[in-house]
T-cell receptor, first 113, second 111 residues
Framework: NAGVTQTPKFQVLKTGQSMTLQCAQD?????MSWYRQDPGMGLRLIHY???????DQGEVPNGYNVSRSTTEDFPLRLLSAAPSQTSVYFC????????????FGSGTQLSVL | GDSVTQMEGPVTLSEEAFLTINCTYT??????LFWYVQYPGEGLQLLLK?????DKGSNKGFEATYRKETTSFHLEKGSVQVSDSAVYFC??????????FGEGTQLTVNP
């Protein structure tokens, strides 16, 4: 059982570039979410999804897009990268439609120059 | 607004020392409370949780009690090990679909 898989592990972008962070889970979880982790600020929710075809905004959604075409995948798109998006990004999933127990991926370290 | 305040780190202890990491929250109602742990190079893992007042969550020797009157959920362990070195996050369920996290407390345990 792979759990929650995030790719890539590390990425460097130039300002204005776009990219997609991938997240896949093989646990048939309904709920998936993206968080960013910044020093001294804990984790902040970017977007989440309670099932295929359903997405919603979290606390810090600006500059990011998501879609959920399948139960397994929940990619996060950066439309035009900015230095303020330098962060560690975590994908998390849960077997319910809530947050009773989140399973986290190992993270993507993103630097925007 | 909703928020979590955690004890400032980093915390450095010797092996077998007693650990307390303080956590208080500001929220509407009585949310479920969680402690997550992040080991170096890994994602967060659920350590323990409590869903109502006076509940005690426990796992791997760690404990935390849901104190409604002080809006607190302090993490404790009687005897820490080197393998407990990690970052610890307090969190509560803001709604059915999101958690609010504290800023995390780095714990280092020396042999």
């Amino acid at each position: 059982n792979a759990g929650v898989t995030q790719t890539p592990k590390f990425q460097v972008l130039k300002t204005g570039q776009s990219m997609t962070l991938q997240c896949a889970q093989d646990m048939n979880h309904e709920y998936m979410s993206w968080y960013r982790q910044d020093p001294g600020m804990g984790l902040r929710l970017i977007h989440y999804s309670v099932g295929a075809g359903i997405t919603d905004q979290g606390e810090v959604p600006n500059g990011y897009n998501v879609s959920r075409s399948t139960t397994e995948d929940f990619p996060l798109r950066l439309l035009s990268a900015a230095p303020s998006q330098t962060s560690v990004y975590f994908c998390a999933s849960s077997y319910t439609q809530g947050v009773e127990k989140l399973f986290f991926g190992s993270g993507t370290q993103l630097s925007v120059l | 607004g909703d928020s979590v305040t955690q004890m400032e780190g980093p915390v450095t202890l010797s092996e077998e020392a007693f650990l307390t990491i303080n956590c208080t929250y500001t929220a509407t109602g009585y949310p479920s409370l969680f402690w997550y742990v992040q080991y170096p190079g890994e994602g967060l893992q659920l350590l323990l949780k409590a869903t109502k007042a006076d509940d005690k969550g426990s796992n791997k020797g760690f404990e935390a009690t849901y104190r409604k009157e002080t809006t607190s959920f302090h993490l404790e362990k009687g005897s820490v090990q080197v393998s407990d070195s990690a970052v610890y996050f307090c969190a509560f369920e803001t709604s059915g679909s999101r958690l609010t996290f504290g800023e995390g407390t780095q714990l280092t345990v020396n042999p």
